[in-house]
């Protein structure tokens, strides 16, 4: 069994202007991960945004833990908040704005999971 706490994993300011602490990846992690994927938690500073970035060939699945914000994925924008999940296909703009005054917090999926040359910022 691998458990991972949060609190635990290292934060670091990704690509995209986001806080990320990465939870599982198989291309980084000890042990056997035989995952198709990638896992991570993200945080968007109050009232602030990240910054525009692609994935070149992987999707990538955002759930909404915590705030409400702005979802922009190419042309189209929607409103999202606590409960929601955004799909993300290969090679599409993306960036999120945080609407409020708290942090907007998500989970990140990546598949296949994410590599530092697998995104590129736009």
Request: proline share 7%; with cysteine; hydrophobic share 35%.
């Amino acid at each position: 069994m691998i458990v991972r706490r949060l609190e635990e994993r290292d934060e670091i300011k990704a690509l995209d202007d986001t806080r990320v602490r990465e939870i599982l990846n198989p291309n980084h992690d000890e042990g056997d991960l035989l995952l198709g994927y990638s896992l991570a938690h993200a945080i968007v500073a109050p009232n602030a945004e990240s910054l525009p970035h692609r994935f070149k060939e992987a999707s990538e699945v955002y759930f909404i833990l915590k705030g409400r914000g702005l979802m922009h994925v190419n042309d189209e924008t929607a409103e999202i908040g606590v409960g929601d999940t955004v799909y993300i296909p290969p090679g599409a703009t993306q960036y999120v704005e945080n609407l409020t005054s708290e942090t907007l917090e998500f989970l990140c999926m990546v598949s296949p999971p994410w590599t530092p040359d697998s995104e590129e910022r736009v």
